[in-house]
């Protein structure tokens, strides 16, 4: 997925299977043309997940989010098969990434989680 960093927030939602574990590769651009990457460097990504009765958190570097190369504006967010099963199903669960730099607090994407449950649990 690629996503600039105009003035307004980009939107998209992301949809998960229950019971699958997901890498969400994200790719963050300055421009609408999504010729510049968004530098990361020094940054810290974060993203939250909420819902009535829940959350879920992950934060680079070394909790579920990784930044491939700062540079390019890359990042990757794992969602573990247990992470996905608390999910609710539907489109219920709110997210946001956030990038926090030099105490600034930026908003990049948000979106919803559609979580699909066909009710099979393999490891039953």
Do not use: H, Q
Not at 62 to 82: F, N, Q, Y
């Amino acid at each position: 997925m690629a996503c600039t960093n105009p003035t307004t927030v980009a939107r998209y939602d992301i949809e998960i299977v229950a019971g699958n574990s997901k890498t969400i590769p994200i790719t963050f651009y300055e421009d609408a043309a999504k010729v510049n990457p968004l530098d990361l460097t020094g940054s810290t990504i974060i993203f939250r997940a909420v819902w009535d009765g829940g959350s879920l958190s992950k934060s680079s570097p070394s909790s579920g989010i990784t930044i491939s190369d700062p540079t390019t504006g890359a990042i990757s967010i794992a969602l573990t098969v247990a992470n996905s099963r608390a999910l609710p199903e539907g489109k219920v669960a709110k997210y946001e990434i956030e990038r926090r730099i030099g105490g600034a607090e930026t908003t990049l994407l948000l979106g919803y989680l559609n979580v699909v449950n066909w009710g099979a649990n393999d490891d039953a």
